[in-house]
């Protein structure tokens, strides 16, 4: 079936320097989606991105179809970013099934 | 403006014992919904979908059921609960074109 991978598992970074997360995909997708997962649980939509590129402030997300990859880049990170970031596709075979990646658990320092 | 809510917010239930865990979407009619669950540490995964009243498809079989019996209403439920069944419950809809919302989850401990 399909299959979602995320990298890096984790990352630890500064304040101030730059993340760049991946997610790749096995099959063809329907549609990219990155969530920010809050310590209690909660997911907050970050990015609907099913192709091409997307700017919100600090971040940008990147979907490259015929490549099987998605990106999360985020620049001057904050201490406020520390948390758990998943992407999300829906499968592209048809009907209404999404696979989430295992998540990149980010961890920002003073 | 939707909102989703989920009941409850936390539940400790003993083995064998029934479970029921609901989910209300408001301001949005006929939406798709979903069920996912999260073991502790672990991946998000999808449990049921329904489009439509009384339709659900299921995904991935944990001995749960799921029903929806209203067009707002998604009802994820269970006769005996395993210590499988603990870990974090979240509702979602798709505001079309399979962009994302979801609640703010029930999370389930098994004792």
């Known amino acids: 079936g399909q299959q979602v991978q995320q990298s890096p598992t984790s990352l630890v970074l500064q304040e101030g320097e730059n993340a760049e997360l991946q997610c790749n995909f096995s099959?063809?997708?329907?549609?990219m989606q990155w969530f920010y997962q809050r310590p209690g649980g909660s997911l907050i939509s970050v990015f609907y991105?099913?192709?091409g590129t997307k700017q919100s402030g600090r971040l940008t997300s990147t979907t490259v179809i015929k490549e099987r990859r998605s990106s999360l880049h985020i620049s001057s990170s904050q201490i406020t970013d520390s948390g758990t970031y998943l992407c999300?596709?829906?499968?592209?075979?048809?009907?209404?099934?999404?696979?989430f990646g295992s998540g990149t658990r980010l961890l920002v320092s003073p | 403006a939707q909102t989703i809510h989920q009941w409850p917010v936390a539940e400790i239930k003993a083995v064998g014992s029934p479970l029921s865990l609901g989910c209300t979407i408001k301001?949005?009619?006929?939406?798709?919904l979903y069920w996912y669950w999260q073991a502790t540490g672990g991946t998000l995964q999808q449990l049921f979908y329904?489009?439509?009243?009384?339709?659900v498809e299921s995904v991935v079989q944990l001995n749960l059921s799921a029903s929806r019996p209203k067009d707002d209403q998604f009802i994820l439920s269970t006769e005996k609960l395993l210590l499988s069944h603990s870990g974090f419950y979240l509702c979602?809809?798709?505001?079309?074109?399979?962009?994302?919302?979801f609640g703010s989850g029930t999370r389930l401990l098994v004792i």
């Open positions: 979602a809809w798709d505001r079309g074109g399979s962009d994302y919302t």
């Open positions: 099959t063809s997708l329907n549609s």
């Open positions: 991105n099913p192709s």
């Open positions: 999300a596709m829906e499968d592209g075979t048809g009907g209404y099934k999404v696979v």
């Open positions: 301001g949005k009619s006929s939406p798709n």
């Open positions: 329904s489009i439509t009243v009384g339709q």
